[in-house]
């Protein structure tokens, strides 16, 4: 089970951290992604990172601005977000798949959070 949080409403300009605890089970093996959806968007990927590896993979819009991590211990998932935009408005996702973080489409996940609210204004 996969559960966000951290998400909210914020200045243009601002900063968030949003974190997706991890129950259920452990990191293994794994590729884990951040992903958004816009009302009327389709839900794009932002941000993924390899379990193993620790080998990360951003969107063009969020490289500079963003940065993925994990906490082992913690068995936790975060997205830092910094400077952000009014385009950065959405619903925010994390999401998990076994493997390699080859394909990095929302179709090749598995399992995913409930999803948390990003507002910029």
């Known amino acids: 089970q996969l559960v966000e949080s951290g998400g909210g409403s914020v200045q243009t300009g601002g900063s968030l951290r949003l974190s997706c605890a991890v129950s259920?089970?452990?990191?293994?093996?794994?590729?884990m992604g951040w992903f958004r959806q816009a009302p009327g968007k389709e839900r794009e990927g932002v941000a993924h990172l390899h379990t193993n590896t620790g080998s990360t993979y951003y969107a063009d819009s969020a490289k500079g601005r963003f940065a993925i991590s994990r906490d082992y211990a913690k068995n936790t998932l975060y997205l830092q977000m910094n400077s952000l935009k009014p385009e950065d408005t959405a619903m925010y996702y994390c999401?998990?798949?076994?493997?390699?973080?080859?394909?990095?489409?929302?179709?090749?996940?598995?399992?995913w959070g409930q999803g948390t609210q990003v507002t910029v204004s």
């Open positions: 999401a998990a798949k076994g493997g390699s973080c080859r394909a990095r489409l929302a179709n090749d996940y598995n399992y």
């Open positions: 259920g089970g452990t990191f293994t093996t794994a590729c």
